[in-house]
Nanobody, 115 residues
Framework: QVQLVESGGGLVQPGGSLRLSCAAS????????MGWYRQAPGKQRELVAA???????NYADSVKGRFTISRDNAKNTVWLQMNSLKPEDTAVYYC?????????WGQGTQVTVSS
């Protein structure tokens, strides 16, 4: 079993920054693909950024140039650095890990960008 715990969300003004973290624990014996998703009220959950076991990263077009995903394999932790935040970034952000074709999700952390 895999458990994911996100942290770092909060309220920021437009143009501000936040850094989210996701710590994985449990049956983790290798490096697995991990990513960040977000879901705004009334909208579907969408991919924000992903990082594969080989270090390849992917970003949603809406966050390219503003967000950076990184990981510490030894700590089984992934971060999402979010800069130049916009009101449309407001959402619950979820961490995901994929192991053996199974997806594991964290509980989510709220990010609110507002004046």
């Amino acid at each position: 079993q895999v458990q994911l715990v996100e942290s770092g969300g909060g309220l920021v003004q437009p143009g501000g920054s936040l850094r989210l973290s996701c710590a994985a624990s449990g049956s983790i014996f290798s490096i697995y693909p991990m990513g960040w998703y977000r879901q705004a009220p009334g909208k579907q959950r969408e991919l924000v950024a992903a990082i594969l076991s080989g270090g390849i990263v992917n970003y949603a077009d809406s966050v390219k140039g503003r967000f950076t995903i990184s990981r510490d394999n030894a700590k089984n932790t992934v971060w999402l650095q979010m800069n130049s935040l916009k009101p449309e970034d407001t959402a619950v952000y979820y961490c995901k890990l994929t192991r053996h074709e199974n997806n594991y999700w964290g509980q989510g952390t709220q990010v609110t960008v507002s004046s």
